[in-house]
């Protein structure tokens, strides 16, 4: 009974966060730069980046008030191309110096040919 009732419990935590997770930005799950530049491009969207850290403060803050946001998904996933980068972890390092980021949050807007 004990683990009926458990196994419930789990299942509808489950559901529910996957049900929230829709309902703002769905950020894309590739993390090659390269394949979202070639995405945007073939879909004639801007690639919307949130460059953040772990360590970043208003960047959680953005995560949780704003991204999550039914509005702003309905939006943002009509619209562009959605993407969150580590600009500490994997490809980040390279956008960082590449758009000479030097402040957190920074969000960037940009076209099918990576400028």
């Avoid at 970043?56 to 939006?75: A, D, I, N, T, Y």
């Amino acid at each position: 009974m004990k683990r009926c009732m458990l196994l419930n419990v789990l299942l509808w935590v489950l559901g529910v966060s996957a049900f929230a997770q829709t309902q703002g930005i769905a950020f894309e799950t590739s993390k090659s730069w390269k394949k979202v530049v070639e995405k945007a491009r073939e879909e004639g969207k801007l690639i919307f980046v949130d460059c953040y850290t772990e360590w970043c403060q208003p960047c959680k803050q953005m995560e949780q008030q704003v991204f999550l946001s039914e509005k702003v998904g309905k939006f943002y996933n009509e619209h562009f191309i959605n993407v969150e980068m580590d600009m500490e972890k994997g490809e980040g390092p390279v956008i960082l110096n590449t758009y000479k980021i030097n402040a957190f949050p920074t969000l960037l807007f940009v076209n099918g040919e990576g400028g």
